[in-house]
Structure formats: C-alpha cells, structure tokens
C-alpha cells in the first residue's frame, strides 16, 4: 500500500474464478477507512468453501467496524496480557469468524464439511498487524526486495521446517496443497500473528495460493516494480500471470 504521507492508504483487491474451477471460492475485503484488509480462500463441496470465505470475512470487518465505531467492546476470547489492544483486536476478529463459519456449518447440513483459510492485516500508526489461519499469504515489498511474512499452516511447509523435504521438492509435492489449519474445523483455532512496522513506499500483498502457488516471487516483484502506485493495475497483472501459469 504505497503512501506518499504516513498513514495514506491506497488499495485494491481482485479476485478470478481461474481456469480449472466452475466456481471461485475466494473472498476479499478491502477497506481503507478501517486500515482493514483480508483475504480468505474457501473450501467444501456444494458452493460451502464460498459461502465460507464470505462468512469468515464479514465477520471480521463487522467486529472491528464496531470496535471502530466506538460501541462498548466485548472480547469473546477475553485479552492476552501479552499482546496490544491491536493484536488482540485482530486475533479475537479472527476466531470470532472460525466459530461463527462452525455455527453455520452446524446449522445447516449442507455446509457440513466447509472450511476456509484466512489472512487479514489491520494498519495501524506506523504498523501492521497481521492474523492468519492456513496457507493464505502476506508479502511486503520494501526497497525492491519482496518479504514473505507469514508461514503456511500447510502438510509440506512442515516438513520443510523439520528438514524432511526440501522447499523445491515442496513445490512440486503431491501432497503442496494440504493445509494443517483452518478457519472451520474445529471450534478453537489457533490464529499466528505479528506486527511489523511500515513507512511511506511500503507495499503490502495479501494472496491465496493461487497467485503464491503459481507465480513465483520473482515474478511477483517484476510485475509490482512494473506497475507502481496503479494497484488496480497490479492485481489485474498478477491475476493474468497467475492465468497464464495454469489458473488453478
């Protein structure tokens, strides 16, 4: 999100259904006023990995509209004296979501099963704080270079932190798209969390695995270098070359 003072946002958010799917099961938000973003990439039969991802990403924006709003805040998971009022906001916003995608999954039988990953990064003065659930990314490019900040909750990412398989034989494992954590499965999740500062001319990226999963980095940092502040016009190219790699 490039700024040319602190604390100016600028933003965009794309989303395509690909080319080996019917359906897109993705859902983003993009909300400036609230320094809120969040990306969410659904799973499960029937159109529930939709109806997931839609879910878990409403829930997040309404609890920290209304935290913004000034309505006396309720904190379903209490606070952890260890973390700011800002992680906390984030992380609670985020379990909120997984417990409410478990109640309509109880609800309603047809949504049995459904599940989604979650990544969202609220701003805040000078920093970024970043929440997330499965293998759904968050990359920062700063002075050129690009800084994956997040750490997929995936069966391969595991095994390469163990040492058991290398990051290239990772990429093409049978088993790369196998995620070990997500919003959905279970009514106590565990969300990872940072804060990292950030400064005018810092861009961050908020993606699913498939734009992470097909274009490399590389490719992730040409076409951000390329495009500059028209953002609109970023995720128009990461979306093509994530086309052009397969769209899956």
């Known amino acids: 999100m490039p700024s040319s003072a602190p604390y100016t946002i600028a933003a ?15 859902a983003f938000l993009c909300d400036p ?34 935290f913004d709003s000034g309505n006396e805040a309720t904190w379903p998971f209490g606070i ?3 973390l700011t009022p800002a992680q906390n906001l984030l992380v609670n916003a985020i379990k909120l979501a997984n417990r409410s995608v478990c109640g309509l999954a109880q609800e309603k039988p047809e949504y049995t099963g ?23 990314r968050v990359y920062l490019l700063r002075g050129g270079r690009l ?23 990772a990429k093409t494992h049978r088993w790369r798209n196998i995620i070990t954590r997500a919003l959905g499965n279970r009514f106590d999740v565990e969300v990872d969390w940072k804060s990292i500062p950030v400064g005018p001319g810092d861009t961050l990226l908020l ?23 028209d953002l609109e016009a970023a995720c128009r190219r990461l979306i093509e070359a994530a086309n052009a790699g397969g769209g899956p």
């Open 80 to 82: 952890d004296k260890g």
């Open 207 to 229: 993606c699913t695995d498939g734009l992470s999963g097909v274009v490399d980095e590389g490719g992730i940092v040409e076409i951000l270098r390329e495009c500059g502040e």
């Open 114 to 136: 459904m599940g989604t990953t979650i990544v969202g990064c609220r701003l805040e003065e000078g920093e970024a704080v970043i929440g997330h659930v499965g293998d759904s």
């Open 12 to 26: 965009a958010g794309q989303t395509d259904v690909g080319r080996r799917r019917q359906h897109n099961e993705d």
């Open 33 to 66: 006023d609230h320094r809120l973003f969040v990306v969410a990439d659904g799973m499960g039969g029937h159109a529930a990995g939709e109806v997931a991802s839609a879910h878990a990403v409403q829930a997040v924006q309404e609890f920290i509209a209304s």
């Open 147 to 169: 800084h994956q900040l997040t750490a997929d909750h995936s069966w391969v990412n595991e095994q390469v932190q163990q040492g058991a398989l290398r990051e290239d034989e």
